[in-house]
């Protein structure tokens, strides 16, 4: 099973909503806490989900190229 923001929250013992924040590194949250999620996330192997992001902001970035 996929390792959740939820399992890293848990274990850093933060909330999901800075585990997102820390991802989208937002100068709000402490250097201490970004160090406590980071090692969480490194401990649990999670990498966040590229392709879940990308619907969320519906902007893939992605960049096709047709060639006779």
């Known amino acids: ?6 399992d890293v929250a848990k274990l850093a013992n933060v909330a999901p909503s ?3 924040r820390v ?3 937002n100068p ?3 250097e201490r806490t970004k ?3 980071r ?4 401990q649990l192997g999670y ?8 619907l969320a902001n519906q902007s893939t970035r992605v960049l096709g190229l047709v060639l006779p």
Do not use: G, L, W
């Open 1 to 6: 099973m996929a390792v959740t923001i939820k």
């Open 18 to 20: 800075t585990v997102s």
């Open 23 to 25: 991802i989208a590194n």
């Open 28 to 30: 709000r949250i402490s």
């Open 35 to 37: 160090q406590k999620v």
């Open 39 to 42: 090692e969480a996330m490194e």
């Open 47 to 54: 990498h966040p989900n590229f392709i879940a992001r990308s």
